[in-house]
């Protein structure tokens, strides 16, 4: 499995982003899809996720309200709409995916270690 991210930049405060994510090789219908955020300094931290056929999405309560996370699957394709951002959203962005499903993503201790698939990051970085 390959996941190659797009989309990152620089924004101001309260604007928006969409970061995209395609997918290849052999993903199964059970896979999650999500995006993960690392900051300088801080631990890699979960921000939403998606199951690949069914829909059902998960975020991280730092981001509810102002992030989607959609899906294409025509496209093989994950996004995320990122509005109203915050200075406190700058961070490397990684696209990943899990054979254990969107829940069990959006609950993984130690993602790094434990996630099976990870994609390149992409920069966001949020001026004040």
């Known amino acids: 499995v390959q996941l190659q991210a797009s989309g990152g930049g620089l924004v101001q405060a309260g604007g928006s982003l969409k970061l995209s994510c395609a997918a290849s090789?052999?993903?199964?219908?059970?896979?999650?899809m999500g995006w993960f955020r690392q900051a300088p300094g801080k631990e890699r931290e979960f921000v939403a996720s998606i199951t690949w056929r069914g829909g059902s999405t998960y975020y991280a309560d730092s981001v509810k309200g102002r992030f989607t996370i959609s899906r294409d699957n025509a496209r093989n394709t994950v996004y995320l709409q990122m509005n109203s951002l915050k200075p406190e959203d700058t961070a490397v962005y990684y696209c990943a995916t899990d054979r254990g499903g969107a829940q069990a993503m959006a609950l993984m201790a130690d993602p790094v270690r434990n996630l099976d698939y990870w994609g390149k990051g992409t920069q966001v970085t949020v001026s004040s």
């Open positions: 090789g052999r993903i199964f219908s059970t896979y999650g």
